[in-house]
């Protein structure tokens, strides 16, 4: 069963403005970790954060933005006043388990388009 | 350069051939994976590693074999290429269990006709 859901596949902007990407997952586990990978048209992928279950605190770094919910199971990210370098394809991932697995689990991401 | 490198950056083989897909990481990272990357279904685990001689199954390993007699290569081989096998393949490394990021590769486009 798919444990990480990004159900928007495609969305396109106007540079400046907000644009939230949603990630929502499913997982038995107390202890686990998600992340947010960037892979920009050039193909590799970056790390953007990860964060742990018992930290629901959101963090916030320059333009980008996270906002973890437990209650919803959902991770979701915001970029603030998009800019055409946002464009890109944007992964929410899922790690189970005390100390993390050896299993990334990834959602199918979602293709952000940032127009000018 | 320090990091992590996949060759070759392109191929096109043809069904029933043998390929080897190289990854080398520079880290000394105890994790090493493997990717393929298909529209429509992201990015599926075909393989890692916790160290060298140790290796095992992820989601999608079905006409693959990789090894790893040193820690800092870890190569993925078709060993009879199918059509089906057509993807974009990363290689990844993390310092340990993934909750660490994972860092990638650059990635191998391989085409099987």
């Known amino acids: 069963a798919q444990k990480v859901t990004q159900a928007q596949t495609e969305i396109s902007v106007v540079e400046k403005e907000d644009v939230t990407l949603d990630c929502v997952y499913e997982?038995?586990?107390?202890?686990?970790?998600l992340f947010w990978y960037k892979q920009p048209p050039s193909g590799e992928l970056v790390f953007l954060i990860r964060?742990?279950?018992?930290?629901?605190q959101n963090e916030i770094s320059g333009r980008y933005s996270w906002n973890f919910q437990k209650s919803t199971s959902s991770f979701n990210f915001t970029i603030t006043a998009s800019q055409v370098v946002d464009s890109a394809v944007y992964f929410c991932?899922?790690?189970?388990?005390?100390?993390?697995?050896?299993?990334?689990?990834f959602g199918k991401g979602t293709k952000l388009t940032v127009n000018p | 350069d320090a990091g992590i490198t996949q060759s070759p950056r392109y191929k096109i083989t043809e069904t029933g051939r043998q390929v080897t897909l190289m990854c080398h990481q520079t880290?000394?990272?105890?994790?090493m994976f493997w990717y393929r990357q298909d529209l429509g279904h992201g990015l599926r685990l075909i393989y890692y590693?916790?160290?060298?001689?140790?290796?095992d199954k992820g989601e999608v390993p079905d006409g693959y074999v990789v090894s790893r007699s040193k820690t800092e290569n870890f190569p993925l081989t078709l060993e009879s290429a199918t059509r089906s096998q057509t993807s974009v393949y990363f290689c990844?490394?993390?310092?340990?269990?993934?909750?660490?990021?994972?860092?990638f590769g650059p990635g191998t486009r391989l085409t099987v006709l």
């Open positions: 997982t038995r586990d107390t202890t686990y970790y």
């Open positions: 964060r742990n279950s018992f930290d629901e």
């Open positions: 880290w000394s990272h105890s994790y």
């Open positions: 590693s916790a160290a060298a001689d140790i290796t």
């Open positions: 991932a899922l790690s189970e388990g005390q100390g993390g697995s050896e299993k990334l689990v």
């Open positions: 990844a490394s993390s310092v340990s269990r993934a909750y660490n990021e994972q860092f």
